[in-house]
């Protein structure tokens, strides 16, 4: 009788997505040195020399388990100059990470009893000083 996990946290569900492809990387890694009965050079010496799928595999599971993304994907973000993974895209999300839509600054200025922001510098031309808003814990208003 096959036993299955219930996951109940969208953190154990991610998990769990990651556990199964880690598995299939190293079955398939595993799997590629089971290839024949033929009796190789390889099995004369006693040494076993990795193809180059089964390095790329190697090489590939470590990149997930280090980063969270396979080697492709680090070749997309590279060529892109974007944050894309794999995982994010099985996790539901987008592939590529949006760039961030940068905010437009606020100009504060003390009013009485109060402090007033605007988006545009000193809009009713008072010649007033900008001040810090909100304020950091270095400085005190």
Known sequence: MKRREIVHSRTGAKRVIRQRILAGLFATLLGGGLTGCGTTMSDITGTHVLTGAEWYLAF??????????????????????????????????SYCKKDPVPEPPLYCYRSLAAVSCYRTPDPYNTGAQTIDWPPTRSRSL
């Open 60 to 93: 590939d599971v470590i990149s997930i388990i280090n980063s969270d993304k396979t080697l492709v994907d680090h070749a997309v973000s590279l060529s892109t100059g974007r944050d894309c993974s794999t995982i994010r895209k099985i996790d539901g999300k």
